[in-house]
């Protein structure tokens, strides 16, 4: 009596099913949660109440002999509504004792879609926290925070299957007298289309373009050779030359870009700032050498 007057009272949709899931009873909630009365619950399977896709999940959780004995802890489930929508739905399932009158099973389900939407919304914003982190603003591309991370990372990846890693380090040439002759906006909006054009000839799936900091970008190469690396970068290094800028300032203006080449096999003991280094090296060599160029140091 006393369950029967709670369970009536209840916002939450409380089910009691025998050992095949089978309704025995259905608390009035049903007519929220799900749009139909209690007595049409009765001839269905508990399983039923819920999304097709989520059923083998929630039966495998709940009932199964490895599941968990006695109470359960909640879980998120679709519930399905009379008119085939779903609903999200927090379930938790108890055994009942022996000759309860009940059944074998007492299962409550609590409205979550609201809680479901706020947890979706939330993640979200947090991806896209996350991402803003790791990007740069006026160009698009990984920051330097983020070329760290992966630069590290694929050190360690070329170290563990002995395989080469390339970087280059590439540099606006001139751009301090571009700057000081057109203004900030104007500089930031040559950046950017520097920015696009390394993006859009470094394609390859696990290559990452970078902007490493003021006019300076960063590609790192997993898996290519100092042959390869230097095809890249010349690549890039052209590309930049023929970029149209009459989009920017009336007539044009000469754009190019001086690239340094590193590429190395992974040695313990060692780290990726030494490829940095020697990439770095190799852009000062080719500033030295009348810029618009590619250099590898040997």
């Given at each position: ?11 939450d ?6 050992a ?5 009873y ?18 269905h399977t508990?399983?039923e ?7 083998a ?6 009932f199964?002999?490895?599941?968990q004995?006695?109470?359960s ?15 999200w ?8 004792p ?19 939407r ?39 990846r ?13 540099d ?11 203004g900030?906006?104007?500089?930031d909006?040559?950046?950017?289309l ?23 970008f ?21 590309a ?23 590429a ?19 852009l ?15």
């Open positions: 009596m006393r369950f029967r007057l709670l369970a009536e009272h209840s916002i949709l409380i089910v009691a099913v025998d095949d899931l089978a309704i025995r259905a608390s009035p909630a049903t007519a929220t949660l799900l749009g139909c009365q209690p007595a049409d619950l009765h001839g508990l399983a109440l819920l999304a097709p896709e989520d059923r999940a929630f039966i495998a959780r709940h199964t002999r490895s599941a004995r006695g109470q802890a909640p879980d998120l489930f679709r519930a399905l509504r009379r008119d085939g929508s779903t609903l739905v927090e379930a938790r399932v108890a055994s009942l022996p000759g309860n009158g009940l059944g074998d099973y007492l299962v409550t389900l609590r409205d979550a879609d609201q809680r479901k706020a947890e979706d919304s939330l993640g979200k914003v947090n991806a896209e926290l996350s991402t803003l982190a790791s990007t740069d603003a006026l160009t698009g591309l990984p920051n330097r925070r983020q070329f760290d991370a992966t630069l590290h990372k694929e050190w360690y070329a170290l563990r299957d002995g395989t080469p890693l390339g970087l280059l380090m590439i606006v040439d001139r751009f301090k007298p571009l700057n000081d002759r057109f900030h906006q104007v500089g909006a040559f950046l950017a520097v920015g696009k054009v390394i993006r859009d000839n470094v394609r390859r799936a696990g290559d990452m373009a970078a902007r490493y900091g003021g006019e300076e960063a590609v790192v190469l997993p898996g290519t050779a100092a042959t390869g690396a230097l095809e890249i970068a010349d690549v890039i290094r052209r930049v030359a023929n970029a149209d800028t009459r989009g920017i300032v009336e007539g044009g203006y000469p754009l190019s870009v001086s690239v340094g080449v590193a190395t096999v992974a040695l313990a003991g060692g780290g990726s700032a030494s490829l940095v280094h020697s990439a770095d090296a190799a000062y060599q080719a500033k030295r050498n009348g810029r618009n160029r590619v250099e590898l140091l040997q």
